[in-house]
């Protein structure tokens, strides 16, 4: 409709100079008329050129005083013609704001006489401000010392116009023709009438039998082709068309850092182990790791344990005699906790609550053959009984590395962690001694965080007691190194993220995902 319109001004006219009159004129809507230009000139029919106007339009204060009348005016008019009126009488009659205002305007005016009284000190009064408002609404030039009276009352402000003048393209044409964007099977298969007509009359010569015609009619198919793709005209690129956004799957930042620190392993040589099961029995979570059962740890309100089914099928049965005795009388060396060892404790399923208990099955397996030095690593959930608050969550995710070779020592293992950290762009490293029933010595690790100015606990770590690695069969003189840390307490870090239900959960905000940048370097 504005298309047409402009199309079939602009055949008997040089230009249309204001789209906001020619708008006007035609009763169009000025939007309207503002699309049809874009697109006009995207496809260069016409020519446009931006042209702005200041105008002053009214504030809803503004609107609502042209409909009802000024506040002084009002005001004034409830006053009597003849006597007084109490004050407190005459503010019951008003809004509160019409009063407020009218009483200041109509005494600036002089118009009544202020006091407890009020009266009339002129008989007629006229109202500027509401002709003033109606004249601006209807899009009327007022003078500069109204426009600042009316501006300085907050009842009229000013909007920039924005509009167009319009002319002629390099395509212009009087209509709007419908261009091809996309090139069809049906374009290539139609039949081109000129090149059917053609072959039709061929055929009729061929009637009268000359044989020329056979040739002359397989030349014609062959030069004329078919399909109206021939008269096809097609929409010119949009280089400038800013394209959709892609809309693939979005990495959550968990599954980046995991990929980064994945990698970091398997640079430094480690293989990953397997971890997919989250159900454990407390023989390979907990007694492996000469964790005795009465550790505050194997509880209810720090284990999630499993109902159904309730225990696991089998273990191995020679060498759960020997994590057993380790626990109750010791051997290698140890004294061992001096407990009674219930296999029903042992044999309990559970949600399990680090990756050690992987680590633990791994070193069994390993410890079972003719012994070679390894490198193990996982990166997976677990699961604890948690109260859940702004830094924990009932499940995390685990990062766990460990070395096993014969003669290893905890300088070995300082040295392994400053590798690691300093490939994850934390090279201050500290140490502090710490307790876990599976490993001697124990080290909580901590790094010096730029950002925050402190230290700040990263990580946990080990050698893993004979206790442990002796029943599972090892060499006398094996060790093993290893070390622990969350995924998401670096992850947070990286993305500058405070609140781990933000990071993970039902609460994580999708727009997220999707905005954060696909890699993060450094932790500072
Ligand atoms: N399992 C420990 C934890 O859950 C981490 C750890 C792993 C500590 C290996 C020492 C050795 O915190």
Request: glycine letters at 8%; a neutral charge.
């Amino acid at each position: 409709m504005a298309e047409e319109a402009i199309l079939r001004y602009l055949e008997k006219n040089e230009q249309i100079s204001d789209s906001g009159n020619f708008a006007a004129e035609l009763g169009l809507d000025h939007n309207d008329v503002v699309n049809a230009i874009k697109s006009l000139h995207g496809f260069r029919y016409v020519d446009a050129q931006d042209i702005k106007r200041e105008t002053w339009v009214l504030t809803d204060e503004g609107r609502k005083y042209a409909a009802e009348g000024s506040p002084e005016v009002q005001l004034f008019l409830a006053v009597p013609l003849e006597g007084s009126i109490p004050k407190d009488e005459l503010q019951k009659k008003l809004a509160p704001a019409v009063f407020k205002i009218g009483c200041s305007q109509a005494g600036k005016n002089r118009w009544v006489e202020m006091g407890k009284q009020i009266s009339r000190k002129v008989q007629h009064v006229e109202d500027k401000v509401k002709d003033l408002l109606l004249w601006v609404q209807d899009g009327h030039a007022i003078e500069k010392d109204d426009i600042n009276s009316l501006k300085a009352r907050k009842l009229i402000v000013q909007q920039t116009w924005k509009g167009y003048s319009v002319s002629k393209g390099p395509n212009y044409a009087p209509k709007r023709k419908k261009v091809a964007t996309d090139l069809t099977r049906e374009n290539l298969q139609s039949v081109n009438m000129a090149s059917l007509f053609t072959v039709l009359v061929m055929v009729v010569l061929f009637a009268f039998h000359d044989p020329m015609v056979w040739l002359l009619i397989l030349q014609m198919i062959f030069y004329s082709g078919v399909g109206d793709w021939k008269e096809l005209e097609f929409k010119e690129y949009n280089f400038n068309a800013k394209g959709q956004p892609a809309e693939g799957g979005h990495l959550h930042p968990l599954l980046k850092v995991r990929k980064q620190l994945k990698d970091i392993f398997l640079q430094m040589g480690f293989e990953e182990m397997p971890t997919n099961n989250f159900v454990e029995s407390s023989f390979w979570n907990f007694d492996v790791l000469f964790q005795p059962q009465q550790h505050p740890a194997r509880d209810s309100h720090d284990t999630f344990f499993l109902e159904e089914p309730s225990t696991t099928r089998e273990l191995p049965e020679a060498y759960v005699e020997l994590v057993k005795r380790v626990h109750e009388s010791g051997g290698y060396g140890s004294r061992g906790y001096g407990y009674d060892w219930k296999r029903e404790e042992a044999n309990k399923n559970l949600l399990r609550t680090h990756t050690t208990a992987v680590s633990s099955r791994m070193l069994k397996a390993l410890a079972e053959k003719p012994f070679a030095p390894k490198k193990y690593f996982s990166i997976d959930r677990v699961f604890r009984n948690e109260a859940v608050d702004r830094t924990h969550l009932a499940e995390f995710h685990q990062i766990e590395g460990l070395v096993c070779d014969r003669g290893l020592t905890l300088g070995d293992l300082i040295g392994v962690l400053h590798d690691f950290f300093a490939r994850l762009g934390m090279s201050k490293l500290r140490f502090k001694p710490a307790y876990n029933p599976y490993t001697e010595p124990s080290m909580e690790i901590f790094s010096y965080h730029e950002g925050l100015g402190k230290w700040v606990e990263i990580g946990n770590s080990g050698m893993f007691r004979p206790e442990m690695l002796l029943p599972m069969g090892f060499p006398e003189d094996v060790r093993v190194i290893a070390w622990g840390l969350s995924l998401e307490r670096p992850t947070m870090i990286l993305y500058g993220i405070d609140n781990i239900r933000d990071l993970f959960g039902h609460k994580v905000d999708l727009g997220l995902i999707k905005r954060n940048p696909i890699c993060r370097l450094g932790m500072d």
